[in-house]
Nanobody, 127 residues
Framework: QVQLVESGGGLVQPGGSLRLSCRTS????????LGWFRQAPGKEREGVSG????????KYLDSVKGRFTISRDNAKKTVYLQMNNLRPEDTAVYYC????????????????????WGQGTQVTVSS
């Protein structure tokens, strides 16, 4: 049974930081590409960051470049999203996702390619 469980969300002031974690189980983590997505009220889900199965290809949404960092720990079967200098417009439910991918396939921010999804964690940036 495939499971992706996000944690680390919460309320933070503008300029603050949060680290999201997504613990996975039920699939061969090393052979899967991973991604973080977010959905704000009234908006479509958008890709925030993706990392390929080998870990050497990473993509970011333009608005988070230089502020967010994605990483993966294959031993712990966990993907992380370090979010710094948070802004009110980063407020959303954040989801992690995974799909099987070869080592030469680059990272993706397209939600249609992702096969497995977590339930999401709320991030609220407000003073």
């Amino acid at each position: 049974q495939v499971q992706l469980v996000e944690s680390g969300g919460g309320l933070v002031q503008p300029g603050g930081s949060l680290r999201l974690s997504c613990r996975t189980s039920g699939f061969t983590f090393d052979y899967y590409a991973l991604g973080w997505f977010r959905q704000a009220p009234g908006k479509e889900r958008e890709g925030v960051s993706g990392i390929n199965s080998k870990g050497d290809s990473i993509k970011y949404l333009d608005s988070v470049k230089g502020r967010f960092t994605i990483s993966r720990d294959n031993a712990k079967k966990t993907v992380y999203l370090q979010m710094n200098n948070l802004r009110p417009e980063d407020t959303a439910v954040y989801y992690c996702a995974a799909y099987p991918s070869g080592p030469l396939t680059p990272a993706s921010l397209l939600n249609v390619v992702y096969r497995h999804w977590g339930q999401g964690t709320q991030v609220t940036v407000s003073s």
